[in-house]
């Protein structure tokens, strides 16, 4: 499948993957939705994840993984595949790095088709979202030492605003704590993964009169 509307969208309202340098600064951040919260002054790790974009039959999917409970920190959370930067790697380079070590996804099924916004964390890391194609599904393998579970979840989906959801919670010490969710039958999607979606959506839709019906418009072209 095509589906050449969605595919043109990404291309024309995303950045350029040659416009990346290391000076990029932050578009979105964990702090959008706790504005009162101390932001110390700091230098952010550059890191890099991949978003991939499926070209299904039966509508666009984009591709996402299930943390390994094993891990030091973000055990069994919802994320792309990614990491920081190694030295001289640019955002692609590590996108696409990353997602060969996590799943094994072959760098040469992707196309990357451009950058979403930079998305600051509350852990210190600038993470730059490579938006890639993949005309068909791809064949995957987890590394079980990183990994627990790849799945994908309809574009249809994520670009829903009712979809979108502001949860919180409260931490041992501090303020409350306000992130976006948006879970997808029995996995919880939220924290940065779904506010670089959230920041997705903005930059395709945003400046749409009728974004839900622009996105389910781009989905239904690819069945057709």
Not at 4 to 14: I, Q, V
Not at 36 to 52: D, F, K, N, Q, Y
Not at 99 to 121: C, K, Q
Request: charged share 25%; hydrophobic share 40%.
């Amino acid at each position: 499948m095509t589906c050449s509307s969605l595919k043109a969208r990404l291309e024309a309202r995303l950045d350029p993957v040659s416009a990346w340098s290391p000076g990029r600064t932050a578009g979105r951040s964990d702090y959008d939705l706790n504005p009162g919260h101390s932001r110390p002054a700091r230098e952010l790790r550059p890191a890099a994840v991949l978003v991939p974009v499926i070209a299904r039959a039966e509508g666009p999917s984009v591709l996402l993984t299930r943390r390994s409970d094993s891990l030091a920190s973000h055990t069994g959370q919802i994320a792309f595949a990614g990491g920081r930067l190694d030295p001289g790697e640019t955002a692609l380079d590590a996108a696409l790095r990353e997602a060969w070590e996590e799943i094994a996804l072959d760098p040469a099924v992707v196309e990357p088709l451009g950058l979403g916004d930079p998305y600051e964390t509350v852990t210190g890391f600038l993470v730059t979202p490579v938006v890639g194609w993949l005309a068909a599904p791809p064949q995957v393998t987890p590394s079980p030492a990183e990994v627990a579970e790849v799945f994908e979840a309809p574009w249809n989906f994520l670009m829903d605003p009712v979809n979108h959801r502001r949860d919180y919670y409260d931490p041992d010490t501090g303020p409350r704590r306000w992130f976006w969710a948006m879970p997808y039958r029995e996995r919880y999607i939220w924290g940065a993964t779904a506010g670089i979606l959230k920041g997705l959506f903005a930059r395709l839709y945003g400046e749409e009169a009728a974004p839900l019906e622009a996105a389910q418009a781009d989905a239904i072209e690819c069945a057709e």
